[in-house]
T-cell receptor
Framework: NAGVTQTPKFQVLKTGQSMTLQCAQDMNHEYMSWYRQDPGMGLRLIHYSVGAGITDQGEVPNGYNVSRSTTEDFPLRLLSAAPSQTSVYFC?????????????FGEGSRLTVL | AQTVTQSQPEMSVQEAETVTLSCTYDTSESDYYLFWYKQPPSRQMILVIRQEAYKQQNATENRFSVNFQKAAKSFSLKISDSQLGDAAMYFCAYRSYFGNEKLTFGTGTRLTIIP
């Protein structure tokens, strides 16, 4: 049962470097999303997608880029990392038919920007 | 926009006792889901319980139950017979039945179990 797989689980970057957080799901979910988790702030939505070729911004999209070329994959790109992007990142997916409403989460990726 | 408020940053309970975590939310919608997610030190987000707003009956999952008060926009989680493995961060979350499917989270309650 792979579910939602995120890589890498840990990453340290220097300010200005770029990187991509990978997310893949094998449940044929239409909806995929990226959240960041910061102390005292819960989880906040960065970007989401309701299907291949369709993406939209969440609450905190600045500094992040996404694309959805396949149903399975939804990578998150940091174009020029900043210390404010130090956080734990979660990818989550779900069905579109709202049968349960439940989001399935990956294990998270801890990113530190120095 | 919907908001979710968890007013208890930290709670503690003796092992085998019962504890209730509070959650309130604000919405103008009538159809939605409410969730409690558990985040242990492993960081994994684990669904504890789900409630559909149209259902009057409170959801239960083994030792976990909710008190859903739609008019008061309240959604508390009761954990009975608390166990050491229940120690975690608990997040209340709201998801609209329609629209962009975003999950809105509260800021979390850290639950400590005292042996």
């Amino acid at each position: 049962n792979a579910g939602v797989t995120q890589t890498p689980k840990f990453q340290v970057l220097k300010t200005g470097q770029s990187m991509t957080l990978q997310c893949a799901q094998d449940m044929n979910h239409e909806y995929m999303s990226w959240y960041r988790q910061d102390p005292g702030m819960g989880l906040r939505l960065i970007h989401y997608s309701v299907g291949a070729g369709i993406t939209d911004q969440g609450e905190v999209p600045n500094g992040y880029n996404v694309s959805r070329s396949t149903t399975e994959d939804f990578p998150l790109r940091l174009l020029s990392a900043a210390p404010s992007q130090t956080s734990v990142y979660f990818c989550a997916s779900s069905y579109w038919d709202r049968s349960t409403g439940e989001l399935f989460f990956g294990e998270g990726s801890r990113l530190t920007v120095l | 926009a919907q908001t979710v408020t968890q007013s208890q940053p930290e709670m503690s309970v003796q092992e085998a006792e019962t504890v209730t975590l509070s959650c309130t939310y604000d919405t103008s919608e009538s159809d939605y889901y409410l969730f409690w997610y558990k985040q242990p030190p492993s960081r994994q987000m684990i669904l504890v319980i789900r409630q559909e707003a149209y259902k009057q009956q409170n959801a239960t999952e083994n030792r976990f139950s909710v008190n859903f008060q739609k008019a008061a926009k309240s959604f508390s989680l009761k954990i009975s017979d608390s166990q050491l493995g229940d120690a975690a961060m608990y997040f209340c979350a709201y998801r609209s039945y329609f629209g962009n499917e975003k999950l809105t989270f509260g800021t979390g309650t850290r639950l400590t179990i005292i042996p």
